[in-house]
Structure formats: structure tokens, C-alpha cells
């Protein structure tokens, strides 16, 4: 399956019971909401597929997972229900990784900010290279990560939040994220990572299949109130953005 928009694609192949969802954009990767819909569709429909045991969740290049949500996007909210629907975008993400009945491998290859950071916690493991530093921003423009916070203190815990959040213009090393939790694996380049990513799922995929879909559940346990928490969440976020600060903080991003 490919998707493509006008600035962006996701892309799915299904070999040996291995689902690889692909996505890209110009602008580092990052997610306009169409293309979050359609990822969280994606997600919805591999889930339901007898064919797929595992996915494994990738963005094209080497220097950038995913730079976050829409910056675009972002300077175009005018208003609390198009901020609501904005900051849904990765709620629904989220929710959808969070509810997939596969395991889901993140294969972070590059640098990832904000909403990528939150992609990459919602997997279930995560193989990475040593240049995929992490950074939580969103506090430079006034705003915070609400919405993908849940995911994040997940994996790196409550002071391991507070470090990435509160130290929002500092990049947090690979190794860092390593030590927290957040990645598995970390290897030196692109190849040695997909060499182990792909032995590693080939494995999973021939386990028995019912016991993959109950260890999710398992690793999933008393997150089922996310539902409401993340769209709660993601209300708090399209409130600030129409604050005057963050407004101003905006105009200086874009001049």
C-alpha cells in the first residue's frame, strides 16, 4: 500500500508475515495531519490483518526520524477547536500503536523532536544508531508535550520526562535515551542496525502468534484511560497555542 500526498507518503509492504509501514515528508519528516491520519489508519487496518505478525515502523533518510508535528499547521490554528483537532493528530497515533494488536519495532535512524520523540515511545521496541539524539521543544514556543507525555514517561519515567521537557532547547544523546529505557538497541551505523533489526523480526514472526497479541496486551496494561486522557491533553496544548506568548514565539520561529 502507498500513500502519497502532495508532501508526504507513507508506504506499507507486508513480506513474511512483517508489515514495514515507511513514511516521509520534506520538512524532516514530520506530520501534517493527513498524513497522521492515515498513518493511525494504517495502524488500524495491520491490526485486523491475519497476515501480519509484526510491524515495524520507519520514515525514509538518515539524519531525521521525524521532526514532530506540522509547523505549518501549527502557525495556521486560529482557534480551540482547530487547536483540539491539531494536537488530536498524534493522540490518535498513539492510541492506535497503543491498541494495535501487533508488536510494533521502531527503527529510529536519525534525530527525533517533539511528536517523534512520542512515536518512538509507542513502540514496543525500539533499534536505533548513535546519532538519534532526542529533543522535547515545545516549551520554546510555548507550548508543552501533553499529549505524547504518557508514552514518554512510559519508557525514560517521571525524571526522565522533567529532563527532556524542562531542558527544551537541549538534545539528549542516544545513550541517554538508551540508559532510560527508550531504545533497545543502539548501533553505530544505519546497516548494523537494520542487519539486527531484521534477524530480530524475523524471529518475532515466527512465534506463536496468540502469545505476541497477549504479551501487547500485557506490555499495554492500565493505559486503556489514555483514551480520554490524550484528547484531554491535546485540548491543553490548542489552548496555548493561541496564547499571545506563544504567538509571538511563533512569529520569531517563522521570521
Request: proline share 2%; with cysteine; aromatic share 8%.
Amino acid at each position: 500500500m502507498t500513500t502519497d500526498l502532495q508532501n508526504g507518503a507513507i508506504h506499507t509492504t507486508i513480506d513474511q508475515k512483517i508489515a514495514t509501514i515507511t513514511f516521509h515528508h520534506p520538512s524532516g519528516n514530520s506530520f501534517p495531519s493527513q498524513l497522521l491520519q492515515l498513518l493511525t489508519d494504517e495502524l488500524n487496518q495491520l491490526s485486523n490483518n491475519p497476515e501480519v505478525a509484526i510491524i515495524v515502523l520507519k520514515s525514509q533518510g538518515e539524519k531525521v526520524f521525524c521532526a514532530g508535528a506540522s509547523f505549518d499547521e501549527l502557525l495556521a490554528v486560529s482557534n480551540l477547536d482547530e487547536g483540539a483537532k491539531f494536537f488530536s493528530g498524534f493522540a490518535n497515533v498513539i492510541n492506535a500503536m497503543r491498541k494495535c494488536s501487533k508488536l510494533i519495532i521502531g527503527r529510529v535512524q536519525g534525530k527525533a523532536v517533539g511528536g517523534g520523540v512520542g512515536l518512538a515511545s509507542a513502540c514496543d521496541y525500539v533499534f536505533a544508531t548513535t546519532n538519534s539524539s532526542i529533543k522535547l521543544s515545545e516549551f520554546t514556543i510555548g507550548i508543552g508535550p501533553f499529549v505524547i507525555a504518557p508514552a514518554v514517561e512510559r519508557k525514560v519515567g517521571v525524571s526522565g520526562l522533567a529532563e527532556l521537557t524542562l531542558a527544551a532547547d537541549e538534545w539528549q544523546t542516544a545513550q541517554w535515551a538508551l540508559q532510560k529505557g527508550l531504545y533497545a538497541k543502539v548501533f553505530e551505523t544505519i546497516e548494523e542496525l537494520d542487519n539486527a533489526l531484521n534477524i530480530f523480526a524475523e524471529k518475532l514472526s515466527n512465534y506463536n502468534p496468540e502469545a505476541l497479541s497477549a504479551m501487547k496486551k500485557v506490555l499495554w496494561e492500565n493505559t486503556d484511560h489514555w483514551e480520554t486522557v490524550l484528547y484531554d491533553r491535546a485540548a491543553i496544548s490548542g489552548k496555548l497555542v493561541l496564547s499571545d506568548f506563544t504567538k509571538k514565539a511563533l512569529e520569531q520561529f517563522k521570521k
